[in-house]
């Protein structure tokens, strides 16, 4: 049986909060460049008043992109990064995605645990690959995953 996520509230990220999101993903060796475009959603992960987190999506028609999930390097290891993508899950459902889909270069157990399966690059629906994240040259050597919602 998989443990309870710890109880988190999602709160909208300000402009001005991004560089937090940014200087946060820097420290984990995430990147961090794209972080300032627009048309990507990013929220701030709280427990009990305490900043665990951050998390976001990219909506492209029924397809969402799972983009900058950290959990603050103090917290990690307790189950907020299970609840904050179980939340930005949520939130691409009610956005309308039918899929959710994701790039990673080293959380791949962490992902097949929560349920997304590995892809084949020919599986990338057209409307992502051509995101700069898909087109990015870190993603070249990245693990491509997806759940059905």
């Given at each position: 049986m998989t443990p309870a996520s710890p109880p988190l509230l999602a709160f909208p990220l300000a402009e001005w909060e991004r560089e937090g999101l940014s200087a946060a993903l820097a420290k984990a060796?995430?990147?961090a460049g794209d972080v300032p475009q627009a048309g990507a959603l990013f929220w701030r992960f709280e427990s009990e008043d305490?900043?665990?987190?951050?998390?976001?999506?990219e909506m492209h028609g029924d397809q969402a992109l799972l983009r900058a999930v950290v959990t603050l390097p103090p917290l990690r290891r307790r189950g907020?990064?299970?609840g904050i993508v179980i939340s930005l899950e949520r939130q691409a459902l009610a956005l309308g995605a039918r899929a959710i889909w994701l790039l990673t270069s080293d959380a791949a157990g962490f992902a097949l645990k929560l349920g997304y399966a590995p892809r084949q690059r020919t599986e990338i629906p057209a409307a992502l690959r051509d995101t700069p994240l898909f087109a990015s040259p870190s993603a070249a050597n990245a693990q491509v995953m997806s759940k059905p919602l």
């Open positions: 060796g995430l990147a305490v900043p665990v987190g951050f998390g976001g999506l907020f990064g299970r």
